[in-house]
């Protein structure tokens, strides 16, 4: 197991992630999240679908993996990587339930999924962790490594390989339906617009 | 006829766009503290704290305040009795936006054409304004503008049988679909009436004025009011995770129209709001 709660009621997560550790995991969960976990965002899924519609091997092994939707500012001299919080997820949705099929454990990101993604998160056992948009400052303190493992020529929009130490997210969606922006907005709507 | 030099100018840029990056103005710490005085929900409390947090770390590290460090929108006001010399006015900011980014390790997020999507490596160009204005100095309002929050701007023309109930909707709608997506608390930025650029370019500008001031117009200050009710009603919260703060603040600028028509543009602004200003 690499799913494991904390004194504090916050569950540590640990990748690379089993369908047992997703299935444990519930919308609204708090989590820290250690271990390796790689950077993508528009450019590089763009380049990754062609890979997978023509079954060819993908510059990184996805199975039990989280993929960060982000692409950071770069590092000042004598840093590891500059501000580094999520972008909108809903643009990747396109891409995710084919990574999802191949083994894709995890997404970090913001906003709102499509009803595929959410379903594909059903069938192949994954989860929608979110991290708070624009705390790129505090985020960037628990990235212990960053390396870039493809399409350098994207800069910002590369394939990194971060190692992170404790990265705080929350589960937005889980695998069995449950969707915090649900749950949370009900309770303080007090209007419908 | 003042003569202001495009070195002048391309430096003032240059701190802007770094200062804007790496600091928020008072305006927006002003409304991180009274919304913590006023949000029910504990993650909406949780997620402000730590965007004060991130301000201040981003303040005093000189690291971006958020990844995305934006679009650099200028609006200029350009005294008629200013004579620009040693080069172009456009280039000069472009050369300050270029030697900001560079220098200040801010994220190059700017591609050559919305075709090809080659980034430009050094954030260049801006969208420029310029307004000419009576007077001998050169004001440069600069705006690090998010890429997520503005793609849930919107614009709608409006029929003016729909009236203001028709805008007051509008903008609610606005905030309703911008959701998590747009990083809230948002700022909207409204322009209503003009044209179709004109209300586009109003909602934007609208962003500038400081960040719970009063409108100057009383009856758009009380519909500002109303529409700031109205948002945080909707129970959407600091980041979508549910609470009381959805909106800091709404801002409209309006403008005469045509008959036929009622033009209404919001701009959609995340609470990464970096907008700074100099005069020259």
Same mark, same amino acid.
């Given at each position: @197991? ?27 969960? =708090? ?9 993508? =965002? ?49 643009? @990747? ?32 056992? *994954?989860?929608?962790? *979110? ?61 419908? *617009? | ?6 070195? !002048? ?10 200062? !804007? ?53 200028? $609006? ?23 030697? #900001? /980014? ?5 994220? !190059? ?16 160009? !801006?969208? +420029? ?40 909707? $509008? ?10 997506? &747009? ?5 909207? #930025?409204?322009?209503?009436? #003009?044209? $179709? ?10 962003? $500038? ?39 800091? #603040?709404?801002?409209?600028?309006? /403008? ?8 209404? &543009?919001?701009? +959609? ?12």
């Amino acid at each position: @197991m690499s799913v494991s709660t904390g004194a504090d009621g916050i569950k540590d997560v640990v990748t690379p992630l089993s369908d047992a550790d997703v299935t444990s995991l519930k919308a609204g969960d =708090r989590v820290r999240i250690s271990g390796v976990i790689y950077t993508a =965002r528009d450019a590089a899924h763009g380049r990754l679908l062609p890979l997978i519609e023509k079954g060819e091997p993908l510059p990184i092994d996805v199975k039990g993996q989280i993929i960060y939707y982000t692409g950071p500012s770069p590092a000042r001299p004598g840093s590891v990587i500059g501000s580094v919080g999520p972008t909108t997820a809903s643009r @990747m949705d396109k891409f995710t339930p084919a990574l999802l099929a191949l083994g894709l454990k995890g997404t970090i990101g913001k906003g709102y999924r499509g009803q595929p993604v959410k379903e594909a998160l059903r069938q192949h056992t *994954g989860v929608y962790f *979110g991290a708070i948009g624009g705390a790129g400052a505090v985020l960037s303190e628990f990235v212990k490594s960053a390396t870039v493992v493809a399409y350098e020529d994207l800069g910002t929009e590369a394939i990194r390989r971060l190692e992170v130490d404790g990265f705080p997210a929350i589960v937005l969606y889980d695998c069995h339906g449950g969707d915090l922006y649900q749950d949370g907005q009900k309770v303080y709507a007090r209007e419908d *617009g | 006829m003042r003569e202001v030099h495009v070195s !002048a100018i391309a430096d003032a840029v240059k701190k802007l766009c770094m200062d !804007a990056n790496w600091s928020l103005e008072p305006d927006m710490l002003r409304a991180f503290d009274r919304a913590l005085g006023t949000e029910r929900s504990a993650a909406g409390k949780q997620v402000l704290t730590i965007l004060k947090q991130n301000a201040e770390m981003a303040r005093t590290r000189r690291i971006p305040y958020c990844q995305d460090t934006g679009m650099v929108i200028c $609006f200029v006001e350009l005294g008629q009795d200013v004579h620009v010399t040693g080069g172009a006015l456009y280039d000069a900011i472009n050369e300050g936006v270029r030697h #900001g /980014y560079q220098e200040g390790y801010l994220r !190059a997020s700017i591609v050559r054409s919305p075709f090809d999507r080659v980034n430009t490596g050094d954030n260049t160009p !801006a969208v +420029i304004h310029v307004d000419v204005v009576p007077g001998a100095t050169l004001k440069i309002m600069l705006m690090a503008k998010g890429g997520g929050c503005e793609n849930r701007s919107k614009y709608t023309m409006l029929t003016p049988a729909a009236g203001l109930p028709g805008v007051k909707d $509008f903008v609610v709608e606005c905030v309703k679909t911008a959701g998590p997506d &747009a990083c809230p608390p948002l700022i909207l #930025g409204v322009g209503v009436g #003009g044209t $179709f650029e004109k209300a586009a370019i109003l909602s934007k500008k609208a962003l $500038f004025r400081e960040l719970g001031s009063p409108n100057p117009d009383s009856t758009l200050d009380a519909l500002e009011r109303e529409l700031l009710a109205r948002a945080n009603r909707l129970g959407i919260g600091p980041q979508g995770y549910g609470g009381d703060t959805t909106s800091f #603040g709404i801002h409209i600028l309006s /403008y005469p129209c045509h008959i036929t028509s009622l033009p209404v &543009a919001v701009t +959609i602004e995340c609470h990464a709001h970096r907008h700074k200003e100099v005069t020259l």
